[in-house]
């Protein structure tokens, strides 16, 4: 690559403002592209923690017997085991009417 010569290489002092807008432009282009992509790697990173945790209520929920997870329940004040990560108050409920 160092051996290609720039066909925009600047012969006058106007072609080298010219390049150097140019450069410009590319490189704000470029560093905004790198913040979107930080921003979407932020993103991943939050979802994939959130992923774990679900897995981890899940297995939890799955490991305990039955019997024993409505006994813990019943003597414990903290909240119950969540089987579902919507949240409780905006779940509809349906009547089964024949």
Request: charged share 35%; aromatic share 2%.
């Amino acid at each position: 690559m160092a051996g290609l010569v720039d066909g925009r290489r600047a012969r006058s002092p106007h072609g080298a403002l010219l390049e150097l807008s140019m450069l410009e432009l590319e490189k704000v282009r470029l560093t905004r592209e790198m913040q979107r992509a930080d921003r979407r790697c932020a993103d991943i990173r939050k979802r994939l923690a959130e992923i774990d945790a679900k897995q981890h209520r899940l297995q939890r929920f799955v490991e305990e017997p039955h019997g024993e997870a409505q006994a813990h329940q019943a003597h414990t004040v903290a909240l119950p085991l969540p089987i579902h990560s919507a949240p409780t108050d905006k779940l509809k409920k349906r009547r089964l009417c024949y």
